[in-house]
């Protein structure tokens, strides 16, 4: 059975042969890449690859997930303490009317 590959660019960060392994790669990446496992997610490679494995059910669960703290959960994975780091960063912006966004550029000069 061919195996599933995550990838960051041209490097392979991580690979799994089966459901479980596949799981375990997930919980590890959200804590160490959350955007290569999000990558993944918004293609439908995870999806494409447990369809091919036979594995419709946990395939079905994933259509259309593309967040990698949901994706963890749809699993049953509970997530590791990098993935709420990670989150936390990632919503900040926009609890906060914005602030830390960059301004808005005319004519290429930043206001």
Do not use: C
Not at 50 to 68: H, P
Request: glycine share 10%; net charge positive; charged share 30%.
């Amino acid at each position: 059975m061919e195996k599933f590959y995550f990838k960051s660019y041209d490097r392979t960060i991580g690979s799994a042969a089966n459901l479980e392994e596949l799981k375990s790669e997930m919980k590890r990446l959200s804590s160490v890449d959350p955007a290569s496992l999000e990558y993944h997610l918004r293609q439908g490679h995870i999806t494409m690859w447990l369809n091919y494995i036979g594995e419709t059910e946990a395939a079905r669960s994933l259509d259309g997930v593309t967040n990698a703290r949901m994706a963890l959960r749809k699993l049953g994975i509970q997530e590791g303490p990098g993935m709420r780091r990670h989150n936390m960063h990632e919503n900040m912006g926009s609890h906060h009317g914005g602030r830390g966004r960059p301004k808005k550029m005319e004519s290429g000069v930043q206001k």
